[in-house]
């Protein structure tokens, strides 16, 4: 059995609720939608159980209805698997990934600046990556942000 | 502020030890650092954004310009998550020149590091050296795609250029140059006691940091970690050619040194492989304008470690997200932990070390004359002869020099 097989057995074997959930897209590509409040035992389990031990980025993007962030975690062997929660577009938040991987900081300012996106239990730090002085509420990757600065002058950061 | 005995300098974002625009607030206790905020962002150009309102087409235009080093690494990137998408099968001798330019881009962005790195602890006779043969890479790269920089040579589907044969055979003497030239600096790096005091244990990583920090490329294989996409995830031609993964267990930035000279030796047997092995056939088939809806991750080993690209396809000729997360991102979160306790005098070269992108110029020269509107281009002779008349008519002459070590060579 190949490698992607022996992980998306072990993730169903695991969760019963991933059954038919784990995709294998191609060699070294699987892919895994999550329900958000079970993300958290999901992931704790593809790291420490699986071996995805390097978090290689997390993408966010607006889909119209809600928000949609991907966690791309590799391993050894070089197999990727992107694990995606949806999340509501009023209130969107989740929880951060830092204390298990470090590195996830920068990742996790993007979605706070970039798509409004709050992050709970992300440590205190400078904004990234836009300026100290971009208004609050304008939040670049969102669909329905065309460009124009609102005429919002509170700033984040002030 | 004095009263604790700590002292806060703001470095950045101008500052004439960095190449680019980034802030380090730094803490220090007498010489010692003792905290580091980093700020970075200040090269934000949106991007992400202005490739969701433009063709793939023109995204390809605009990826290949994030970068002036490695502007091959985020175009090939791209393509192949598009190309993923639309099921395009990429011709095989396309994959070839993909990976020849991927390779000699590698060659000079190392060679470049080298200067800076050489630059950074005043030894900048090795600034010089190494960024003088960094231009027959430089010349190769120009004459087999048209450009110094942003070669421009991948397109959805395949290549925009065939090879010649000249210019392969151009490559392979390239190649000799190159290797004699790199065993030079590995001669150097390994035997120059001054060197080696000077970038022994500064900036330690050690395996496990650089593994929870996330650190990519030449950095982490520095640490020890045999991490290289290339291996790992196999793109372009790589699976068909071989290869080392080069580590080091320094976990210093004489460790990191070490590797991408070493690394110059892979990428020029790698170049010396693709010469001969080229397949003939066509360099690439036809893309559809729209896209189908779908989704990719591309990994891809730039000279600064693993580069990712996610892009998200709506059956429309526009892509509907494209992500990037380039090598630096991930090395710049080691640097705070690289410079914890160290001396301040380590910064720059630290810094240096994860090798943070920074643009390259064109060299081509534009002289006015005496106010006349008109304007000369020369060449690189001309430009050499015109600096040797400058200083013999300030009374200084190399000529003798020059011509001992015109024998020599």
């Avoid at chain 1, 939608?33 to 993007?61: C, D, H, R």
């Avoid at chain 2, 231009?135 to 120009?142: Q, S, T």
Wanted: one cysteine or more.
């Amino acid at each position: 059995m190949s490698a992607e097989e022996n992980i998306k057995q072990a993730l169903e074997n695991t969760f019963d609720y991933l059954k038919g959930a784990v995709i294998i897209k191609r060699e070294r590509r699987m892919a895994l939608e999550v329900p958000a409040g079970n993300f958290a035992e999901i992931l704790k389990f593809a790291v420490l159980e699986l071996n995805f031990s390097f978090l290689s980025a997390i993408t966010g993007l607006d889909n119209g209805d809600g928000f949609e962030v991907i966690y791309h975690l590799n391993k050894d062997g070089g197999v990727i698997l992107n694990l995606k929660i949806r999340i509501p577009r009023s209130g969107a938040h989740i929880e951060t990934v830092t204390p298990l991987f470090a590195s996830a900081d920068a990742y996790e300012r993007e979605l706070m600046d970039l798509l409004g996106i709050e992050v709970k239990g992300l440590a205190e730090g400078r904004r990234y990556p836009l300026p100290d002085e971009w208004p609050l509420g304008d939040y670049p990757l969102r669909k329905d942000w065309k460009g124009n600065l609102s005429a919002n002058n509170e700033v984040k950061n002030a | 502020m004095h009263d604790s005995g700590e002292v806060h300098i703001p470095i950045g974002p101008q500052h004439p030890s960095l190449k680019e625009p980034e802030s380090f607030l730094i803490t220090l206790r007498g010489e010692k650092i003792t905290a580091v905020n980093i700020k970075i962002g200040y090269n934000h150009r949106g991007i992400e954004k202005a490739c969701e309102e433009r063709t793939y087409i023109q995204d390809m235009y605009l990826i290949e310009r994030i970068c002036g080093i490695c502007s091959h690494s985020h175009s090939t990137c791209f393509v192949q998550a598009v190309e993923e998408i639309a099921g395009l099968q990429v011709p095989p001798r396309a994959l070839y020149i993909r990976t020849l330019v991927a390779e000699l881009e590698r060659v000079h962005s190392h060679l470049l590091w080298l200067g800076v790195a050489g630059h950074e602890v005043g030894f900048d006779t090795l600034l010089m050296y190494a960024w003088r043969d960094r231009e027959v890479v430089m010349n190769l790269l120009a004459s087999l795609t048209g450009n110094r920089v942003n070669y421009a040579i991948n397109t959805i589907g395949g290549v925009r250029r065939d090879v010649s044969a000249n210019t392969l055979e151009e490559a392979a003497s390239a190649a000799d140059i190159l290797e004699e030239r790199t065993k030079y600096y590995i001669g150097i790096v390994t035997t120059e006691t001054t060197l080696i005091n000077r970038l022994s244990g500064v900036g330690k990583l050690s395996p496990q940091d650089a593994l929870r920090l996330g650190a990519v490329g030449p950095t982490a294989r520095a640490s020890g970690i045999a991490r290289d996409v290339r291996a790992d995830d196999p793109y372009a031609a790589y699976a068909e050619l071989k290869f080392k993964v080069v580590t080091d267990n320094s976990c210093d930035v004489y460790g990191r040194t070490v590797v991408r000279l070493k690394e110059l030796l892979e990428s020029i047997s790698l170049i010396r492989q693709v010469i001969k092995n080229l397949p003939d056939g066509p360099i690439a088939v036809k893309a559809p304008r729209r896209i189908p809806a779908g989704e990719a991750v591309s990994r891809y080993e730039a000279p600064r470690g693993e580069d990712l690209h996610y892009v998200r396809a709506n059956a429309t000729d526009k892509p509907d997200r494209v992500k990037f997360r380039p090598p630096t991102l991930a090395n710049v979160q080691a640097v705070a932990h690289m410079l914890q306790d160290r001396y301040l005098a380590d910064l720059p070269i630290v810094v240096a070390a994860i090798d943070p992108c920074f643009s390259c110029t064109d060299r081509l020269l534009s002289l006015d004359r005496g106010g006349q509107i008109e304007k000369t281009v020369l060449t690189w002779e001309q430009l050499r002869q015109s600096s040797i008349e400058h200083y013999q008519r300030e009374g200084i002459d190399f000529s003798a020099l020059n011509k001992k070590l015109a024998d020599k060579m």
